[in-house]
């Protein structure tokens, strides 16, 4: 199944962290506190205004959390759970879609430079999503998964930069050139894509799970 793969995995945990950093904001307030703010967490004491508090406390009613604790804290996981089973049940219910989405994200990035962009063809990298879903080689991982297909459709020198036998560029820069983990960004941006897009389509109808807008 394709929620099993780890491209799918990849993509939940993204995407539940995305939902956890928008739905459930105010357990992120103290990255914002002065240092008088932060000594009050660590005594116990939200520093936020009541209305804030009070706020807050019922919407986390109303979506089935516990309420922040002393300090404005966290309780328990309650918040990444809900998220991430938003996550989990959104893209289960489009994934027939899962093989187009990456296809697309794959041709507007067009790692191996086929030009499928110009030539208004997005379904150059239908097969290659398709078996980076699939991941024949059980790697376990998104990041291999994605090397493995595109080196097996495009050559092993696809996330080979030239530049690094190029000997007018300074030993160091080629160096740092040979230690960049291209197949890695372009994991990063590949989810960056697919989860951007289940956003929309989460925000198109979120009272599905009881936020009102």
């Known amino acids: ?14 995407l539940a962290e995305r939902l956890h950093a928008k739905y459930f904001s105010e357990e992120y307030d103290d990255r914002f506190d002065s240092a008088l703010e932060a000594k009050e967490r660590r005594r116990g004491i939200n520093p936020m205004s ?3 508090i009070d706020k807050m406390d019922s919407k ?3 979506l089935g959390v516990s309420k922040l ?7 328990d996981n309650n918040s990444l759970e809900l998220t991430e089973q938003w996550a989990v049940d959104l893209i289960s219910a489009h994934e027939q879609m899962l093989n187009r989405d990456l296809s697309l994200a794959l041709f507007n990035e067009d790692p191996a430079e086929t030009m499928c962009k110009e030539n208004d063809c997005d379904d150059e990298y239908d097969y290659i999503a398709a078996s980076i879903i699939a991941d024949p080689l059980r790697s376990g991982s998104f990041n291999a998964s ?6 097996h459709s495009f050559g092993e020198d696809i ?7 190029d000997e007018s560029i300074d030993i160091g820069e080629r160096k740092r050139i040979a230690n960049f983990d291209q ?3 372009l994991a990063d941006k590949l989810i960056n894509r697919v989860a951007t897009h289940y956003i929309e389509l989460f ?7 009881g936020i009102t807008k």
């Open 1 to 14: 199944m394709s929620m099993e793969s780890p491209f799918t995995k990849t993509l939940v945990k993204s």
């Open 50 to 52: 009541q209305e804030y």
């Open 60 to 62: 986390r009613r109303e």
């Open 183 to 185: 197949a890695s960004e």
């Open 203 to 209: 925000e198109k109808e979120p009272e599905r799970v």
């Open 69 to 75: 604790g002393p300090g404005g804290k966290p309780q």
């Open 159 to 165: 996330f080979v930069d030239p530049r690094i036998n």
């Open 146 to 151: 994605l090397k493995a297909a595109l080196e």
